[in-house]
């Protein structure tokens, strides 16, 4: 079992920035893909970003999102600059053990986390 636990989130302006930290309790973190997604009130959740051994990314944050990781710490951070009032949601990290193919699905990924509020005002 992996647990998973973000932290960064907050309001800010449109145009202005924030960081979003998840920390995973497993000695092989290194092993997992990372990803982000993102659900506001009656929406599904959305892929944003995973991180295995390669990025990739939603067409709508390509460009101002960057995610990545540091297996020392067993932290996956989501920078988040040009920030939009429509980013505002609640955020989660989520894990899958590494596969051969790059998921962006959320019924791939095995651990999610509690979220973290992002508000976006303009």
Known sequence: QVQLVESGGGLV?????????CVASTRAFGRYAMGWFRQTPGKEREFVAVIDWRTYYADSVKGRFTISRDNA??????????LKPEDTAVYYCA???????TMSNDYD???WGQGT??????
């Open 109 to 111: 990924y095995d651990y």
């Open 117 to 122: 509020q992002v508000t976006v005002s303009s």
């Open 95 to 101: 894990a899958y053990y590494a596969k051969p193919v």
């Open 73 to 82: 710490k067993n932290t996956v951070y989501l920078q988040m600059n040009s």
């Open 13 to 21: 302006q449109a145009g202005g920035s924030l960081r979003l930290s």
